[in-house]
């Protein structure tokens, strides 16, 4: 029998209030001919991955929820800024539009803690550094000349103090993200 595999992902997730900061960010973007035939992420899509797990048995779950709680009750908050809106995973083969953010060191801390508690679950992890960014569009094969725009990125400056599991789907109105813990 085989067992049931979830889509998964550790992520820091946003609060209505950043996320309604966003959405004026992405209603700035969209009337930019350049960027005519995104498609926008979903507001209640918004996150910044931490880790991507992948295809994960229940049982993995069930083993790293504990630890992932035990780690996001001592995390403290911390303040991210956004350092560019660009292409990823870059401009030659671009997947995204994104904003990019800084990696304070109690973020990358806690990427590499996340990343041994996946490890430890034989869940496989990405080895490149972490680069930490908010997926705002899906971008079509050619995007044209990527303009330059004139952004107050302070703006967008975040707060990362919830970190979660989720589970990802989809349907036929696109990508769906349920928090697990």
């Given at each position: 029998?085989?067992?049931?595999?979830?889509?998964?992902?550790?992520?820091?997730?946003?609060?209505?209030?950043?996320?309604?900061?966003?959405?004026?960010?992405?209603?700035?973007?969209?009337?930019?001919?350049?960027?005519?035939?995104?498609?926008?992420?979903?507001?209640?899509?918004?996150?910044?991955?931490?880790?991507?797990?992948?295809?994960?048995?229940?049982?993995?779950?069930?083993?790293?929820?504990?630890?992932?709680?035990?780690?996001?009750?001592?995390?403290?908050?911390?303040?991210?800024?956004?350092?560019?809106?660009?292409?990823?995973?870059?401009?030659?083969?671009?997947?995204?539009?994104?904003?990019?953010?800084?990696?304070?060191?109690?973020?990358?801390?806690?990427?590499?803690?996340?990343?041994?508690?996946?490890?430890?679950?034989?869940?496989?992890?990405?080895?490149?550094?972490?680069?930490?960014?908010?997926?705002?569009?899906?971008?079509?094969?050619?995007?044209?000349?990527?303009?330059?725009?004139?952004?107050?990125?302070?703006?967008?400056?975040?707060?990362?103090?919830?970190?979660?599991?989720?589970?990802?789907?989809?349907?036929?109105t696109g990508l769906i993200y349920m928090k697990i813990c």
């Open positions: 029998m085989t067992q049931e595999l979830f889509r998964t992902f550790i992520a820091i997730t946003l609060s209505s209030e950043e996320r309604e900061k966003i959405s004026q960010l992405i209603k700035t973007l969209t009337v930019n001919e350049n960027f005519k035939d995104l498609k926008w992420v979903k507001l209640d899509n918004l996150h910044l991955t931490l880790h991507f797990s992948g295809n994960i048995s229940k049982s993995q779950i069930d083993n790293i929820i504990p630890a992932l709680n035990n780690l996001t009750d001592a995390f403290q908050s911390v303040t991210l800024n956004a350092t560019a809106l660009k292409l990823f995973p870059n401009k030659n083969h671009p997947k995204t539009l994104a904003l990019e953010y800084d990696v304070p060191k109690s973020i990358q801390e806690v990427h590499e803690t996340i990343k041994q508690l996946l490890l430890r679950q034989n869940v496989p992890v990405e080895i490149r550094p972490l680069r930490l960014h908010l997926s705002l569009a899906k971008v079509q094969p050619k995007i044209g000349n990527f303009p330059e725009l004139d952004i107050d990125l302070s703006l967008y400056q975040l707060s990362a103090k919830d970190i979660h599991l989720y589970h990802s789907t989809r349907d036929e």
